[in-house]
């Protein structure tokens, strides 16, 4: 990250996330959500997967409602009341013309400005091998915004054609051009994280409330770096 981000656009009123699995959000970009909450903005969820298959110590079948109940609870620190599960199975999601439908038949219920996904890239910061959920999830967000706005495209969806998306922003982006202040909004996006506790105790030894502390703050003091020394989210920003 060289250049310095640009704010986010603000003028909107409803938007879209839309990840692979639990948790993906409450990975730093729940404090932008908690700042856009606070400004009377509207903020849905979409999960791809139950995050089924995310915790070692926990057959499926037992490890998905857990998943579930964190992910309600975290998005309701941030100031969010709708989370959806798609129920692709996770770990094996397969981008395709399925994930599209899925994805654009949402777009045209929630109606959003904004759609928002996590990177789709094959690696986070050029170091880390991204996984194949995150990179099939991403891809198709970015294509079904296009989808949902054309009627010859998955013209069976309960809800009718939404052309009003006018970004997509890719959180974890290795090539952030936008930010969003979080200075009001960093406390939560940690409580948010915390809430995925199970997931968390079975990731790390390390205590989960210095392990989030850590992750989130450090994050953003990361971006604060290109963005005028305020704590930040990062997005890639694609207009539409």
Do not use: K
């Not at 250049?3 to 730093?28: F, I, K, N």
């Not at 129920?87 to 094996?92: K, N, S």
């Not at 604060?224 to 920003?237: H, K, M, N, Q, S």
């Amino acid at each position: 990250m060289a250049q310095r981000l640009e704010p986010m656009p603000t003028d909107w009123r409803r938007a879209l996330a839309v990840v692979a699995h639990p948790d993906d959000l409450e990975y730093g970009c729940a404090s932008a959500v908690a700042t856009w909450t606070d400004a009377g903005r509207e903020v849905s969820y979409l999960m791809a997967t139950r995050g089924e298959a995310g915790i070692d110590t926990l057959d499926p079948a037992a490890c998905g409602p857990v998943r579930e109940r964190e992910e309600r609870a975290s998005a309701a620190v941030v100031g969010v009341s709708s989370v959806e599960f798609l129920d692709h199975a996770d770990g094996v999601v397969e981008y395709g013309t399925a994930l599209r439908r899925d994805i654009a038949a949402a777009i045209r219920r929630h109606r959003p400005e904004l759609v928002i996904t996590l990177n789709p890239d094959d690696t986070w910061g050029g170091t880390y091998w991204n996984t194949p959920d995150h990179r099939a999830v991403g891809r198709a967000v970015l294509d079904a915004a296009g989808d949902a706005g054309n009627r010859w495209i998955f013209p069976d969806t309960d809800a009718a054609p939404w052309n009003g998306v006018r970004w997509v922003a890719v959180a974890g982006s290795n090539s952030p051009t936008h930010a969003v202040d979080v200075t009001d909004g960093l406390a939560r996006g940690v409580r948010s994280l915390l809430e995925h506790r199970a997931y968390i105790e079975a990731l790390t030894d390390q205590d989960p409330e210095v392990y989030a502390r850590e992750l989130i703050e450090g994050s953003a003091r990361e971006a604060a770096e290109i963005f005028d020394g305020r704590p930040a989210v990062t997005f890639r920003l694609f207009p539409r």
